[in-house]
């Protein structure tokens, strides 16, 4: 069983300060969200745990999302 893995939110999509934080289960994420992620920590030199990066390559692959995979496995890898 793999480790279940969450995350949370504090920004909404237009980066405001959501009113209180708000925590999800990574696999409940949907891929703008997945993305808006990788975005904000790229654009604020945030580091990704490998863990992280590895999951969101997983739910995007599951979903088919397959040129979003190989352009985050290009670019999450040096996050």
Same mark, same amino acid.
């Given at each position: 069983m793999s480790e279940q893995l969450y995350w949370t939110s504090i920004y909404n999509k237009?980066?405001?300060?959501l009113p209180e934080p708000i925590t999800r289960r990574v696999e409940?994420?949907?891929?703008d969200h997945i993305i808006n992620i990788i975005l904000?920590? $790229?654009r604020n030199n945030k580091t990704l745990p490998q863990k992280y990066?590895? $999951?969101f390559k997983e739910i995007l692959a599951s979903r088919q999302e397959y040129k979003l995979?190989?352009?985050l496995y290009y670019s999450?890898?040096?996050m």
């Open positions: 237009d980066g405001n300060l409940d994420l949907n891929s904000y920590c $790229k990066i590895d $999951k995979v190989i352009k999450l890898s040096v």
